[in-house]
């Protein structure tokens, strides 16, 4: 069965405070890592999909990595408008995702 | 563009009922998702749809949920005699292919009194 953890459960950053979110995972025949933005009372939305490893993705203060055996999302200079939960998901051959429980972050100013 | 919509947003009701949850993929995407966020846990798959193939139910719970997609666009998903466990958010995501990015709707919000 697909096992995803994710560390810490909840991170409390200053802003300008860079800090990493941890995701280890195991998977018979990983198609894909997805890392997801969810604001309270929404929906995920998407951020970075990562197929193998050694990938690397940008956007903005985020920057996701991949290794064989876990995931880290790196976020750099934070603003207060980056507090959110962050799901890390996997995919595999049954091609559902399967998340962790997620870490929530806060921004202060 | 237009993104995956689901109604109702939000849905109360009491224990025993049955109740109807819509979800509005994305133009074009051919495999569909239902997903499940209870308090204080991750989201977890229900059933998928991908274009004509039978659908994968693997993940739902009893036999008190069912779904169901017509014309391989809009999604009912249903649960008959409702349980106060069932209280959750019922997320439906869509994408192009079934190897392809799962984008989410906003989510029904069920509240079983």
């Known amino acids: 069965e697909d096992q995803v953890t994710q560390s810490p459960e909840a991170l409390r950053l200053q802003e300008g405070e860079s800090s990493s979110l941890n995701c280890s995972y195991t998977?018979?025949?990983?198609?894909?890592l997805f890392w997801y933005r969810q604001d309270p009372g929404k929906g995920p939305e998407f951020l970075f999909t990562?197929?193998?490893a050694g990938e690397e993705k940008e956007k903005e203060r985020l920057k996701a990595t991949l290794t064989k055996k876990e995931s880290f999302l790196h976020i750099t200079a934070p603003k207060p408008e980056d507090s959110a939960t962050y799901l890390c998901a996997v995919q595999a051959n049954d091609y559902k995702l399967s998340f962790g429980a997620g870490t929530t972050v806060t921004v202060r100013a | 563009g237009a993104g995956v919509s689901q109604s109702p947003s939000n849905k109360v009701t009491e224990k025993g009922k049955d109740v109807e949850l819509r979800c509005d993929p994305i133009?074009?995407?051919?495999?569909l998702y239902w997903y499940r966020q209870s308090l204080g846990q991750g989201l977890e798959f229900l059933i998928y749809?991908?274009?004509?193939?039978?659908?994968?139910k693997s993940g739902l719970p009893s036999d008190r949920f069912s779904a169901e997609r017509t014309g391989g666009s809009v999604s009912t998903l249903t649960i008959q005699r409702t349980q106060q466990e069932d209280s959750a958010v019922y997320l439906c995501?869509?994408?192009?292919?079934?190897?392809?990015?799962?984008?989410f709707g906003p989510g029904t919000r069920l509240l079983v009194l």
């Open positions: 998977v018979s025949g990983l198609r894909g």
């Open positions: 990562l197929y193998s």
């Open positions: 133009s074009g995407h051919t495999a």
């Open positions: 749809f991908q274009g004509n193939s039978a659908p994968d």
């Open positions: 995501a869509s994408s192009l292919g079934e190897a392809e990015t799962q984008y």
